[in-house]
């Protein structure tokens, strides 16, 4: 259908204009119209089968825009006016669109030409037109682009199926999981799915027939069957060491069944390896069964204490030490004593894992004071004890640490009451009696617990210290006042007689106890004073100086004043002896380098932070015997991340105080009581342990004499 033709604006203004001008034509007259422009109907594109979608949308969307061009009105530029304006106006030229080609010059446009993509024209474009032609016109696959279920989803759907593809499928991918994140697989997380792993395992009382020939298990089905099941064992055996999934399998029926089967199988052939996964199972499941509700389970694990298959014996010993963990009808007694002693036997091997699962054994053994008296009525009861007590220090590592210890021992008090400087007197001649006499006891004396001095001598060295200045008007204390005062001046001194045993009969001594004189004067106001020990010799007797100082300064300047004075100008230097206590620095022949000699001596000065004495040096009431070298050796045992006992050590001490407190070994333990407290000495972790089990010890020994 094609629209009527529109003249320009252009020609309709012409035609007013000539309207208006004219007269008025009659209505029966006749006029000619334009023709109206040639319009292109729409021609599809000349399109081979073989070419791409992509290029199908580009060559329509060509072909719309020239359709729309073409179909839109023709406008035509308004001619230029004649310059004279006596004739009719002119017909305007016309001008084809800009989709008809420039060499075009007809009335008619008609169709129009386009290219055509050949091999020839454009070899490239062909040949990649060509290359994804195919994979756009490939039909999708069923499912494309749709996710899928999750792994875990599949693998669960996989086993509920029950199609023998798709459960080895699930169970090869549960056997990586368990092993690699044994943590993902939650019983909560996944439902259904140890239910399944329990009906594939459950498949093994198919194989009891076979259990007693190795050929038939031999055979393709059975060994296809086979590792079904040992690969559901392998994950349920990954998934029961974690808790919760062991409280989940021992609340299932078919899950018990199917283990009690596994551990009474054979311990040969192919079903060896499955029985040792049972085994596991049941260790991580036995501490959330009863056993009374459990009793096959539990004579299965009985029978395995017979077992010379490692593996099943310590499973075995595990299994049943955690069964019979809240059991109160003492079913361990129904055990043979022979397997009891088997397993006493075990713990001559060192074997640590095979030792840890014996002695726990032992242990819950032994917490019934009937097995204990089964126990120590047997004949090797000694040796186990012997054994136990052996394990106190079972792969214990020696610690030697070395001491250099001072002997010293204690000198006899000093004869002589020091001398008081000076300043010292004066100082308490400020004070009047009885506060003088108790100010020159502690300036000259100290407390000692073991020393005593007579009263007498007190007495005369007080009258010898103040005498003089009576005339002075400073009067002394009465004797029997002076001694009472001495309990003032120290509080734990206290005047005593003492009979004398010499002759003649009832001849006593009158002694003050608990005092002592001091080595260096402490002056009223609490400094202590630093003797001079440079040797003198008087008269032929060798002696100390008498002189006292306040400060380590004014000691040393002493020195070098009164016993190191220089030599006179113009006379030679003497050789110079260092004469302080007992030292023998430079010997006899002394040296005659003064320098020397002096920095010597410094070293003898006191230093007042280390109590008047030197960093290291024993007191003045001590004399030093040299150093004596002491080693002392350790050992300790296995200890956890927090110090404390763990391992064997600990579990053989815990066995051997169940025994001293079921009170049926006192003689044996007594025999062993010295070894024990050895360890206790050498194992400071196990220590506390070994002490309870001594108390113990003691305390049933108590009872018994008690008793008697």
Same mark, same amino acid.
């Given at each position: 259908?094609?629209?009527?033709? *529109?003249?320009?604006?252009?020609?309709?203004?012409?035609?007013?204009?000539?309207?208006?001008?004219?007269?008025?034509?009659?209505?029966?007259?006749?006029?000619?119209?334009?023709?109206?422009?040639?319009?292109?109907?729409?021609?599809?594109?000349?399109?081979?089968?073989?070419?791409?979608?992509?290029?199908?949308?580009?060559?329509?969307?060509?072909?719309?825009?020239?359709?729309? %061009?073409? %179909?839109?009105?023709?406008?035509?530029?308004?001619?230029?006016?004649?310059?004279?304006?006596?004739?009719?106006?002119?017909?305007?030229?016309?001008?084809?669109?800009?989709?008809?080609?420039?060499?075009?010059?007809?009335?008619?446009?008609?169709?129009?030409?386009?290219?055509?993509?050949?091999?020839?024209?454009?070899?490239?474009?062909?040949?990649?037109?060509?290359?994804?032609? @195919?994979?756009?016109?490939?039909?999708?696959?069923?499912?494309?682009?749709?996710?899928?279920?999750?792994?875990?989803?599949?693998?669960?759907? +996989?086993?509920?199926?029950?199609?023998?593809?798709?459960?080895?499928?699930?169970?090869?991918?549960?056997?990586?999981?368990?092993?690699?994140?044994?943590?993902?697989? #939650?019983?909560?997380?996944?439902?259904?799915?140890?239910?399944?792993?329990?009906?594939?395992?459950?498949?093994?009382?198919?194989?009891?027939?076979?259990?007693?020939?190795?050929?038939?298990?031999?055979?393709?089905?059975?060994?296809?069957?086979?590792?079904?099941?040992?690969?559901?064992?392998?994950?349920?055996? #990954?998934?029961?060491?974690?808790?919760?999934?062991?409280?989940?399998?021992?609340?299932?029926? =078919?899950?018990?069944?199917?283990?009690?089967?596994?551990?009474?199988?054979?311990?040969?052939?192919?079903?060896?390896?499955?029985?040792?996964?049972?085994?596991?199972?049941?260790?991580?499941?036995?501490?959330?069964?009863?056993?009374?509700?459990?009793?096959?389970?539990?004579?299965?694990?009985?029978?395995?204490?017979?077992?010379?298959?490692?593996?099943?014996?310590?499973?075995?010993?595990?299994?049943?030490?955690?069964?019979?963990?809240?059991?109160?009808?003492?079913?361990?007694?129904?055990? =043979?004593?022979?397997?009891?002693?088997?397993?006493?036997?075990?713990?001559?091997?060192?074997?640590?894992?095979?030792?840890?699962?014996?002695?726990?054994?032992?242990? %819950?053994?032994?917490?019934?004071?009937?097995?204990?008296?089964?126990?120590?009525?047997?004949?090797?009861?000694?040796?186990?004890?012997?054994?136990?007590?052996?394990?106190?220090?079972?792969?214990?590592?020696?610690?030697?640490?070395?001491?250099?210890?001072?002997?010293?021992?204690?000198?006899?008090?000093?004869?002589?009451?020091?001398?008081?400087?000076?300043?010292?007197?004066?100082?308490?001649?400020?004070?009047?009696?009885?506060?003088?006499?108790?100010?020159?006891?502690?300036?000259?004396?100290?407390?000692?617990?073991?020393?005593?001095?007579?009263?007498?001598?007190?007495?005369?060295?007080?009258?010898?210290?103040?005498?003089?200045?009576?005339?002075?008007?400073?009067?002394?204390?009465?004797?029997?006042?002076?001694?009472?005062?001495?309990?003032?001046?120290?509080?734990?001194?206290?005047?005593?007689?003492?009979?004398?045993?010499?002759?003649?009969?009832?001849?006593?001594?009158?002694?003050?106890?608990?005092?002592?004189?001091?080595?260096?004067?402490?002056?009223?106001?609490?400094?202590?004073?630093?003797?001079?020990?440079?040797?003198? #010799?008087?008269?032929?007797?060798?002696?100390?100086?008498?002189? %006292?100082?306040?400060?380590? #300064?004014?000691?040393?300047?002493?020195?070098?004043?009164?016993?190191?004075?220089?030599?006179?100008?113009?006379?030679?230097?003497?050789?110079?002896?260092?004469?302080?206590?007992?030292?023998?620095?430079?010997?006899?022949?002394?040296?005659?380098?003064? *320098?020397?000699?002096?920095?010597?001596? *410094?070293?003898?000065?006191?230093?007042?932070?280390?109590?008047? +004495?030197?960093?290291?040096?024993?007191?003045?009431?001590?004399?030093?015997?040299?150093?004596?070298?002491?080693?002392?050796?350790?050992?300790?045992?296995?200890?956890?991340? *927090?110090?404390?006992?763990?391992?064997?050590?600990?579990?053989?001490?815990?066995?051997?105080?169940?025994?001293?407190?079921?009170?049926?070994?006192?003689?044996?333990?007594?025999?062993?009581?010295?070894?024990?407290?050895?360890?206790?000495?050498?194992?400071?972790?196990?220590? @506390?342990?070994?002490?309870?089990?001594?108390?113990?010890?003691?305390?049933?020994?108590?009872?018994?004499?008690?008793?008697?």
């Amino acid at each position: 259908m094609t629209r009527p033709a *529109r003249d320009s604006p252009a020609t309709e203004a012409k035609a007013e204009d000539q309207q208006s001008s004219s007269p008025p034509a009659p209505t029966n007259t006749r006029s000619l119209r334009q023709a109206p422009p040639q319009r292109q109907f729409y021609q599809p594109p000349a399109q081979t089968p073989r070419a791409s979608s992509k290029m199908s949308v580009t060559s329509t969307t060509t072909q719309a825009q020239l359709q729309q %061009q073409q %179909q839109q009105p023709q406008i035509q530029s308004p001619a230029p006016q004649a310059s004279s304006g006596a004739g009719p106006a002119a017909q305007p030229a016309w001008t084809p669109p800009n989709s008809v080609p420039l060499h075009y010059s007809g009335s008619s446009l008609g169709p129009v030409p386009m290219p055509v993509m050949t091999p020839g024209n454009n070899p490239q474009a062909y040949l990649s037109q060509r290359q994804m032609a @195919p994979a756009q016109h490939r039909p999708p696959k069923c499912g494309t682009g749709h996710p899928g279920p999750a792994p875990m989803t599949r693998i669960v759907m +996989g086993l509920k199926s029950g199609i023998p593809e798709e459960v080895e499928y699930a169970l090869s991918k549960l056997v990586r999981i368990s092993f690699e994140a044994e943590d993902s697989l #939650n019983a909560d997380d996944h439902p259904g799915m140890v239910e399944s792993l329990v009906h594939e395992l459950s498949a093994l009382s198919t194989l009891s027939q076979y259990k007693d020939s190795d050929d038939m298990m031999e055979t393709p089905a059975n060994r296809q069957k086979l590792d079904r099941i040992l690969e559901a064992a392998l994950v349920l055996r #990954n998934m029961s060491i974690q808790g919760e999934n062991a409280r989940h399998m021992a609340t299932l029926q =078919d899950c018990k069944k199917a283990l009690v089967q596994g551990i009474t199988l054979p311990s040969r052939g192919g079903l060896t390896e499955l029985k040792h996964y049972c085994l596991d199972i049941v260790e991580s499941l036995s501490s959330w069964l009863v056993l009374g509700d459990n009793l096959a389970m539990y004579n299965g694990l009985k029978d395995g204490l017979s077992s010379d298959d490692r593996g099943v014996l310590i499973a075995s010993l595990r299994g049943i030490t955690r069964l019979v963990h809240r059991d109160e009808a003492n079913r361990l007694k129904e055990i =043979d004593l022979r397997v009891i002693e088997r397993v006493q036997d075990v713990l001559l091997l060192e074997d640590e894992e095979l030792l840890l699962a014996s002695l726990d054994f032992l242990y %819950q053994y032994t917490t019934v004071d009937e097995n204990v008296s089964r126990l120590m009525a047997t004949p090797g009861a000694l040796d186990f004890l012997k054994q136990l007590r052996r394990l106190l220090l079972h792969q214990a590592q020696e610690y030697y640490s070395e001491y250099h210890l001072r002997a010293r021992r204690k000198e006899p008090p000093p004869a002589q009451i020091p001398h008081l400087p000076p300043e010292i007197v004066s100082e308490l001649l400020s004070f009047s009696e009885p506060e003088r006499a108790t100010k020159w006891m502690r300036c000259c004396f100290e407390e000692d617990p073991d020393a005593d001095i007579t009263q007498i001598a007190l007495w005369q060295a007080y009258q010898a210290r103040f005498t003089e200045f009576v005339p002075q008007g400073r009067p002394l204390l009465a004797a029997a006042d002076f001694i009472k005062n001495v309990s003032v001046a120290f509080v734990n001194a206290s005047a005593m007689v003492i009979p004398l045993p010499l002759p003649p009969p009832g001849n006593q001594k009158f002694i003050i106890k608990g005092i002592k004189p001091r080595h260096t004067p402490l002056s009223p106001k609490g400094v202590e004073y630093f003797a001079c020990k440079w040797s003198l #010799n008087h008269s032929g007797q060798m002696g100390r100086c008498p002189a %006292q100082l306040a400060t380590p #300064n004014d000691l040393f300047a002493h020195i070098l004043d009164i016993h190191l004075k220089p030599p006179p100008e113009g006379t030679p230097a003497q050789p110079l002896v260092c004469q302080w206590a007992e030292c023998f620095r430079f010997g006899p022949a002394g040296d005659s380098d003064r *320098r020397k000699v002096i920095a010597h001596v *410094r070293t003898h000065m006191p230093d007042r932070k280390f109590g008047g +004495g030197k960093r290291g040096v024993a007191s003045p009431d001590e004399c030093d015997l040299g150093f004596n070298k002491v080693v002392i050796r350790t050992q300790r045992t296995a200890v956890d991340e *927090r110090g404390d006992a763990a391992g064997v050590a600990l579990t053989a001490a815990l066995v051997l105080r169940n025994i001293a407190r079921a009170g049926h070994a006192g003689e044996e333990l007594r025999g062993l009581e010295k070894e024990i407290h050895e360890v206790a000495a050498l194992n400071a972790p196990l220590s @506390p342990y070994i002490y309870d089990l001594l108390m113990i010890k003691y305390e049933e020994g108590d009872r018994r004499a008690a008793e008697a």
